[in-house]
């Protein structure tokens, strides 16, 4: 129900699509213009996006889980949540 609840209240951001290069300022620079930066974010990646992981884990305030994993507790923890739209679809097969 809490996963069903912040897909559906505006918590979770879903973005086209991760920059080109896996790079943290590539990333930084795509919080800040999210207007994200320095601020509590989960990050759910997909098994195709786990590349991404280290470079989002240099960021501060940013968890990084794979959708799949997701549950109910961590979810609560994190007052926003940052996915892909192939994430989004996983999120939504999960809720679904």
Do not use: H, Q
């Not at 996963?3 to 080109?20: L, R």
């Not at 590349?51 to 926003?80: F, I, Q």
């Not at 940052?82 to 097969?93: R, Y």
């Amino acid at each position: 129900m809490v996963i069903a609840d912040y897909v559906n209240s505006g918590k979770t951001m879903v973005v086209a699509e991760w920059p080109e290069s896996a790079k943290t300022k590539e990333f930084a620079l795509m919080f800040k213009a999210l207007k994200i930066s320095g601020r509590r974010t989960l990050v759910l990646l997909t098994d195709k996006e786990k590349s991404l992981r280290r470079a989002l884990n240099n960021l501060p305030n940013v968890e990084v889980m794979a959708v799949k994993e997701l549950n109910a507790y961590d979810g609560m923890r994190w007052p926003r949540w940052l996915v892909s739209e192939a994430g989004a679809a996983e999120l939504i097969k999960m809720v679904s």
